[in-house]
């Protein structure tokens, strides 16, 4: 999910504690706590500063989004919480190590992926299920607030409900994307589903032999053929991944590719991305130079 969907995560994690016996020192813990946890597993975006070897892809959601640190991560805010705030609780680890756990474990559901498993396995977790910006997660979290504002008395009852509901969102969201998988996975070579936008709709990647099929499809409309992209599969790698190190990460990060190879530039790139004739996901070089 974008870091503004999991700020909002956090506070809706913040808005499911009662804080009516709590003191001004305990609530700003909490509430520290939930937004940092829910936000701490992105701190990999600074490896970018230090990365010279074009492995910044891989790191992004890499080790700092496994299953095996969040528990790490949360020790981090209660140490925090008890320098700050002076407030030693138990329940905030386990409030922390909820937090953290929520964010790796969505990014599980977004096209791009997690190394969830780090540093056990290298393998790029993603179900590509649910979209990176979800409007329906966030109008769930805006009803929520609204009406913890209406009655204050019952504000934790209408955010844990909201959880109730995004938990929901996502099994749907889920279940049907699998149905749609396993109506293409027989009949290509590699299949990858990227969530659109508009629920229950999604995109389909198919790759056979040298051509890449992108369908439109969902369980109420008719499928729709996109593009059809032909991989160049006798391009010379080795050449592109020793002048692009970026190349042979994206090459490994990514389910599958399209190869390029024309008489410009040779290069590579994520069909899951490809919008507008192009994927943002494009690493290259230019044979003249």
């Known amino acids: 999910m974008d ?3 999991h700020t909002l995560f956090g506070l809706t994690l913040y808005g499911t504690v009662d804080k009516k016996h709590l003191d001004l020192r305990h609530k700003r813990a909490y509430l520290v706590t939930a937004i940092g946890a829910s936000l701490i597993p992105d701190i990999d975006v600074l490896s970018r500063f230090w990365d010279t070897e074009g492995m910044y892809q891989m790191w992004h959601r890499g080790i700092t989004h496994s299953i095996f640190l969040t528990p790490l991560w949360a020790l ?25 756990t929520i964010h790796n474990t969505s990014d599980l559901f977004n096209a791009w992926g997690t190394g969830y498993l780090e540093p056990f396995s290298s393998l790029r977790i993603t179900f590509g299920t649910v979209p990176i910006v979800d409007v329906v ?30 938990i929901l969102h ?7 994307g699998i149905f749609i998988y396993n109506q293409y996975d ?9 969530a659109g936008f508009i629920p229950w709709t999604y995109s ?13 499809d969902s369980l109420f409309h008719k499928t729709k053929e996109q593009h059809v992209l032909h991989s160049s599969e006798g391009a010379d790698l080795d050449m592109l991944f020793d002048k692009r190190p970026e190349a042979k990460t994206l090459y490994e990060w990514a389910p599958f590719v399209v190869l390029v190879d024309d008489n410009d530039r040779i290069g590579l790139y994520d069909p899951r991305f490809y919008r507008n004739g192009q994927s943002f996901l494009f690493e290259y070089i230019e044979k003249n130079n």
């Open 3 to 5: 870091s503004i969907t």
């Open 76 to 100: 981090l805010f209660s140490i925090l919480c008890l320098l700050l705030f002076k407030v030693k609780d138990k329940k905030l680890f386990f409030f922390g190590w909820l937090a953290v």
């Open 137 to 166: 997660v966030w109008i769930i979290m805006g009803l929520a607030y609204f009406f913890s504002k209406r009655k204050r008395g019952k504000s934790p009852f209408y955010f844990r409900i909201a959880w109730m509901f995004i």
């Open 170 to 176: 996502f099994m749907v969201q889920t279940i049907q």
């Open 186 to 194: 027989k009949n290509y070579d590699h299949v990858a589903l990227s």
């Open 204 to 216: 389909v990647v198919a790759k056979k032999e040298d051509t890449v099929t992108i369908f439109s």
